[in-house]
Protein backbone atom coordinates (compact mmCIF):
# COMPACT_ATOMS: atom_id res chain seq x y z
CA UNK A 1 0.00 0.00 0.00
CA UNK A 2 1.12 3.33 -1.04
CA UNK A 3 2.16 5.67 2.15
CA UNK A 4 1.86 9.72 2.24
CA UNK A 5 3.63 11.14 5.35
CA UNK A 6 3.71 14.72 5.75
CA UNK A 7 5.60 17.05 7.69
CA UNK A 8 4.76 18.85 10.30
CA UNK A 9 1.51 18.01 11.22
CA UNK A 10 1.80 20.92 13.17
CA UNK A 11 3.00 24.13 11.95
CA UNK A 12 2.60 27.26 14.03
CA UNK A 13 3.81 30.61 12.28
CA UNK A 14 4.25 34.04 12.82
CA UNK A 15 3.20 36.41 9.73
CA UNK A 16 5.60 37.16 7.50
CA UNK A 17 7.71 34.24 7.68
CA UNK A 18 8.23 31.74 5.12
CA UNK A 19 8.17 27.99 5.61
CA UNK A 20 7.70 24.81 3.80
CA UNK A 21 5.79 21.76 4.46
CA UNK A 22 7.16 18.17 3.12
CA UNK A 23 5.39 15.44 1.58
CA UNK A 24 7.21 12.19 1.74
CA UNK A 25 5.32 8.78 -1.06
CA UNK A 26 6.36 5.56 -0.41
CA UNK A 27 6.18 4.26 -4.06
CA UNK A 28 6.57 5.85 -7.72
CA UNK A 29 4.27 7.96 -9.09
CA UNK A 30 4.28 11.12 -11.53
CA UNK A 31 1.30 13.04 -9.95
CA UNK A 32 0.26 14.95 -6.89
CA UNK A 33 -2.01 17.04 -5.57
CA UNK A 34 -2.30 19.36 -2.67
CA UNK A 35 -5.87 20.55 -0.95
CA UNK A 36 -6.51 23.07 1.61
CA UNK A 37 -9.11 22.14 4.07
CA UNK A 38 -10.95 24.97 6.56
CA UNK A 39 -12.40 23.76 9.65
CA UNK A 40 -15.63 22.25 8.85
CA UNK A 41 -14.99 22.13 5.44
CA UNK A 42 -14.73 20.44 2.50
CA UNK A 43 -11.23 20.28 0.66
CA UNK A 44 -10.10 22.80 -1.86
CA UNK A 45 -8.18 21.98 -4.75
CA UNK A 46 -4.72 24.28 -4.55
CA UNK A 47 -2.25 22.43 -6.99
CA UNK A 48 -1.85 19.73 -9.59
CA UNK A 49 1.30 18.87 -9.97
CA UNK A 50 1.90 16.21 -13.24
CA UNK A 51 5.41 15.67 -13.89
CA UNK A 52 8.80 15.43 -12.18
CA UNK A 53 10.43 19.20 -11.44
CA UNK A 54 6.69 20.68 -11.91
CA UNK A 55 6.90 23.66 -9.79
CA UNK A 56 3.16 25.85 -9.19
CA UNK A 57 2.74 29.15 -7.99
CA UNK A 58 -0.31 30.83 -6.54
CA UNK A 59 -0.05 34.01 -4.55
CA UNK A 60 2.28 33.04 -1.38
CA UNK A 61 1.67 29.58 -1.77
CA UNK A 62 4.51 27.59 -4.56
CA UNK A 63 4.45 23.69 -4.78
CA UNK A 64 6.85 21.50 -6.28
CA UNK A 65 7.34 17.89 -7.19
CA UNK A 66 10.62 15.36 -6.91
CA UNK A 67 9.76 12.13 -7.97
CA UNK A 68 12.74 10.90 -7.90
CA UNK A 69 12.74 11.33 -4.41
CA UNK A 70 9.40 11.02 -3.93
CA UNK A 71 8.79 14.32 -2.18
CA UNK A 72 6.75 17.23 -2.69
CA UNK A 73 7.17 20.36 -1.00
CA UNK A 74 4.56 23.44 -0.08
CA UNK A 75 6.35 26.61 0.04
CA UNK A 76 4.53 29.24 1.89
CA UNK A 77 6.52 33.08 1.48
CA UNK A 78 5.60 35.94 3.75
CA UNK A 79 2.94 34.29 5.80
CA UNK A 80 -0.48 35.98 6.45
CA UNK A 81 -3.55 34.71 8.59
CA UNK A 82 -5.79 33.84 5.66
CA UNK A 83 -3.63 30.98 5.04
CA UNK A 84 -4.62 29.27 8.62
CA UNK A 85 -5.52 26.33 7.71
CA UNK A 86 -4.93 21.68 7.08
CA UNK A 87 -3.13 21.07 4.29
CA UNK A 88 -3.48 17.70 2.51
CA UNK A 89 -1.12 16.05 -0.32
CA UNK A 90 -3.02 13.04 -2.38
CA UNK A 91 -0.84 10.57 -4.20
CA UNK A 92 -3.06 8.82 -6.80
CA UNK A 93 -2.34 5.01 -7.01
CA UNK A 94 -4.41 2.25 -9.31
CA UNK A 95 -7.69 3.41 -8.85
CA UNK A 96 -7.84 5.29 -5.41
CA UNK A 97 -5.69 8.91 -3.78
CA UNK A 98 -3.57 8.04 -0.76
CA UNK A 99 -3.74 11.59 1.20
CA UNK A 100 -1.03 12.10 3.81
CA UNK A 101 -2.00 13.44 7.36
CA UNK A 102 -2.66 16.75 6.88
CA UNK A 103 -0.32 19.80 8.40
CA UNK A 104 -2.82 22.13 10.27
CA UNK A 105 -1.25 25.56 10.27
CA UNK A 106 -1.66 28.39 12.13
CA UNK A 107 -0.47 31.67 11.49
CA UNK A 108 -0.27 34.25 14.15
CA UNK A 109 0.34 37.56 14.20
CA UNK B 1 -18.30 26.45 -12.07
CA UNK B 2 -19.55 22.71 -12.17
CA UNK B 3 -19.09 21.87 -9.03
CA UNK B 4 -20.21 18.46 -7.35
CA UNK B 5 -23.31 18.93 -4.89
CA UNK B 6 -23.88 16.46 -1.93
CA UNK B 7 -27.58 16.14 0.02
CA UNK B 8 -28.26 15.99 2.90
CA UNK B 9 -25.40 18.25 4.83
CA UNK B 10 -25.98 16.84 8.27
CA UNK B 11 -27.76 13.94 9.22
CA UNK B 12 -28.38 12.42 12.15
CA UNK B 13 -29.25 8.83 13.11
CA UNK B 14 -29.67 5.85 15.30
CA UNK B 15 -27.02 2.68 15.61
CA UNK B 16 -28.03 0.36 13.81
CA UNK B 17 -30.27 2.33 11.13
CA UNK B 18 -29.55 2.61 7.15
CA UNK B 19 -28.46 6.04 5.61
CA UNK B 20 -28.27 6.80 2.11
CA UNK B 21 -25.90 9.76 1.54
CA UNK B 22 -25.91 11.23 -2.04
CA UNK B 23 -23.80 13.32 -4.40
CA UNK B 24 -24.34 14.58 -7.70
CA UNK B 25 -21.49 14.89 -9.40
CA UNK B 26 -19.79 17.02 -11.91
CA UNK B 27 -21.58 15.94 -15.67
CA UNK B 28 -18.67 15.15 -17.99
CA UNK B 29 -16.74 13.18 -15.05
CA UNK B 30 -16.37 9.69 -15.20
CA UNK B 31 -14.46 8.35 -11.92
CA UNK B 32 -16.29 9.20 -8.56
CA UNK B 33 -15.26 8.60 -5.13
CA UNK B 34 -16.44 8.16 -2.10
CA UNK B 35 -13.90 9.42 1.13
CA UNK B 36 -14.49 9.97 4.60
CA UNK B 37 -12.70 11.57 7.24
CA UNK B 38 -12.95 11.41 11.41
CA UNK B 39 -13.06 14.92 12.88
CA UNK B 40 -9.58 16.07 13.29
CA UNK B 41 -8.00 12.99 11.31
CA UNK B 42 -6.97 12.91 7.74
CA UNK B 43 -9.33 11.88 4.23
CA UNK B 44 -9.65 7.86 4.14
CA UNK B 45 -10.31 6.14 0.58
CA UNK B 46 -13.48 4.80 0.57
CA UNK B 47 -14.53 3.48 -2.95
CA UNK B 48 -13.85 4.44 -6.66
CA UNK B 49 -16.74 3.83 -9.32
CA UNK B 50 -16.02 3.83 -12.82
CA UNK B 51 -18.34 3.05 -15.84
CA UNK B 52 -21.61 1.79 -13.35
CA UNK B 53 -18.85 -0.33 -11.27
CA UNK B 54 -16.86 -0.13 -8.32
CA UNK B 55 -13.04 -0.17 -9.17
CA UNK B 56 -11.66 -0.30 -6.09
CA UNK B 57 -12.56 -0.36 -2.50
CA UNK B 58 -10.41 0.00 1.06
CA UNK B 59 -10.82 -2.39 3.90
CA UNK B 60 -12.99 0.26 5.34
CA UNK B 61 -15.58 0.02 3.01
CA UNK B 62 -16.67 -3.69 4.31
CA UNK B 63 -19.95 -5.23 3.58
CA UNK B 64 -22.13 -2.60 5.24
CA UNK B 65 -21.34 -0.61 2.53
CA UNK B 66 -22.66 0.11 -0.96
CA UNK B 67 -22.64 2.38 -3.77
CA UNK B 68 -24.75 3.05 -6.76
CA UNK B 69 -25.69 5.31 -9.59
CA UNK B 70 -28.94 4.55 -10.19
CA UNK B 71 -30.18 7.19 -12.63
CA UNK B 72 -27.18 8.40 -14.39
CA UNK B 73 -26.50 11.61 -12.47
CA UNK B 74 -26.87 10.66 -8.79
CA UNK B 75 -23.95 8.66 -7.18
CA UNK B 76 -25.07 7.20 -3.46
CA UNK B 77 -23.37 5.56 -0.91
CA UNK B 78 -25.55 3.69 1.71
CA UNK B 79 -24.35 1.98 4.86
CA UNK B 80 -26.69 -0.97 5.92
CA UNK B 81 -26.84 -1.27 10.03
CA UNK B 82 -24.95 2.19 11.44
CA UNK B 83 -22.29 2.35 14.00
CA UNK B 84 -21.12 4.69 16.61
CA UNK B 85 -18.04 4.88 14.64
CA UNK B 86 -19.10 5.56 11.36
CA UNK B 87 -19.69 9.12 12.72
CA UNK B 88 -17.73 11.11 10.14
CA UNK B 89 -17.41 13.94 7.42
CA UNK B 90 -18.32 11.99 4.31
CA UNK B 91 -17.11 13.59 0.92
CA UNK B 92 -18.00 12.39 -2.60
CA UNK B 93 -15.47 13.81 -5.26
CA UNK B 94 -15.51 13.67 -9.23
CA UNK B 95 -12.21 13.25 -11.12
CA UNK B 96 -11.68 15.49 -14.41
CA UNK B 97 -8.24 17.45 -14.50
CA UNK B 98 -8.20 17.55 -10.90
CA UNK B 99 -10.45 16.10 -8.38
CA UNK B 100 -13.38 17.82 -7.13
CA UNK B 101 -14.96 17.30 -4.01
CA UNK B 102 -18.62 18.01 -2.53
CA UNK B 103 -19.27 20.09 0.49
CA UNK B 104 -19.90 17.00 2.46
CA UNK B 105 -22.14 15.23 4.77
CA UNK B 106 -21.63 14.73 8.50
CA UNK B 107 -23.44 11.97 9.60
CA UNK B 108 -23.56 11.82 13.21
CA UNK B 109 -24.62 8.40 14.74
CA UNK B 110 -26.33 7.94 17.98
Known amino acids: ELKVEQNPLFLSMQEGKNYTIYCNYSTTSDRLYWYRQDPGKSLESLFVLLSNGAVKQEGRLMASLDTKARLSTLHITAAVHDLSATYFC?????????FGTGTSLTVIP | EPEVTQTPSHQVTQMGQEVILRCVPISNHLYFYWYRQILGQKVEFLVSFYNNEISEKSEIFDDQFSVERPDGSNFTLKIRSTKLEDSAMYFC????????FGPGTRLTVT
Open chain 2, 93 to 100: ASLGREQY
Open chain 1, 90 to 98: AVPGGNQFY
